[in-house]
């Protein structure tokens, strides 16, 4: 019998997540918002009340009703001047009330906002472990499948085109694993190295070229040298050269070129309605072109580990601009 070995890969980061610091802000919101709301109407009703007091100890107070009489020193003239409640006091009092709220209430806030994330971070820890170890798992699989096709590749003639569409199975399954591991441990810490963008660009650009074959490229980077890692950078250029060349139409030219130190893809396709929820999960634009729905969300994981700011600029029916910032 054979004695199978189970590894448990757990994601040991402990820093808030992207999404997970949207709750946080969230809660804090809507917890600070509810202390402010109880404050205000708190405070109004206190408002009116000593208005209402001091009004009342005014009009005991004076014969006049708010009146003061002034007799001048000639004729019988006399000057009147309304008088008015002392509420400066009152609106110093409620000005400091408020100050020692917002001292009090800001830690409270954040306390119970923390708590209240808690449990959505056990779970998403819980799916997050949960999907690395499915990705850890089939991945003797993969490099089984992949070896040996490659090898009966090298030794038999008939049928390459099968082992071909074998090997090119395996090697998205491999680039799932890693778009899968990136969103799953987004905040984890990557090796990096010095990569020449020209090269690694003309690289990807080449294979999509054999791939596509009527589609139509044109690359114009120039050497620049970044500090990225080596695996992510090849999966963020391959997944949007490859919504480029999804998302556009009758075959136009796609556009890779360089300009004061970003590179910038630019095709003319469809566009996009919403270009700013493209890096949401499961948000596609188009559900009749085949995907996902996580390759640009794992993007963004990559590129924000990488330091690497993104911009989209698109409009339908015209094409859409992404500008990828290495400074």
């Known amino acids: 019998m054979e004695n199978n070995t189970y590894v448990t890969y757990v994601v040991k980061d402990t820093s808030l997540k992207r999404y997970e610091k949207v709750a946080l802000l969230r ?3 809507l917890f600070l918002g509810a202390f402010m709301l109880m404050f205000l109407l708190l405070g109004s009703l206190y408002y009116l009340q000593e208005s209402s007091r001091l009004t009342k100890e005014l009009e005991l107070t004076t014969q006049l009703n708010y009146i003061e009489c002034i007799r001048l020193q ?18 110093k009092d409620i000005f400091y009330a408020l100050a020692l709220v917002l001292v009090f209430f800001i830690p409270i806030s954040l306390f119970l906002s923390f ?9 998403s820890t819980m799916i997050d472990n949960f999907i690395a170890n499915i990705v850890h798992d089939i991945n003797t699989p993969i490099a089984t499948i992949m070896l040996n096709a490659k090898s009966i590749l090298r030794k038999s003639k008939e049928e390459p085109k099968k082992l071909k569409r074998i090997l090119s199975s395996a090697k998205q399954l491999t680039n799932m694993q890693h778009d899968l591991l990136a969103l799953a441990d987004e905040n984890s810490e990557i090796e990096k190295e010095l990569v020449d963008l020209k090269s690694i660009s003309e690289e990807i650009v080449d294979g999509f070229r054999l791939q596509y074959s009527s589609q139509p ?11 990225v890692n ?11 050269f490859s919504n480029a060349v999804k998302y556009n139409k009758d075959e136009k030219l796609i556009k890779i070129y360089t300009q004061d130190k970003c590179l910038i893809i630019e095709d003319q396709g ?11 999960k499961n948000y596609r634009e188009d559900y ?14 990559m590129l924000e ?23």
């Open 230 to 240: 080596l695996v992510d950078i090849r999966r963020i250029l391959q997944n949007l």
């Open 74 to 91: 000639m004729g019988d003239c006399f000057e009147y001047k309304n008088a008015k409640p002392p509420l400066d006091s009152l609106y």
């Open 305 to 327: 580990r990488n330091n690497i700011k993104i911009d989209v600029k698109s409009k339908i029916n015209s094409g859409t601009k992404i500008v990828l910032n290495f400074r």
């Open 288 to 301: 009749s072109i085949q995907g996902n729905g996580l390759g640009l969300a794992s993007v963004l994981a």
């Open 270 to 280: 469809k566009g996009m309605e919403n270009p700013e929820k493209v890096f949401e």
């Open 27 to 29: 809660f804090f919101a």
């Open 115 to 123: 708590f209240a994330l808690k449990p959505v971070r056990t779970a």
């Open 217 to 227: 490229f044109e690359a114009s980077v120039e050497h620049q040298n970044i500090e």
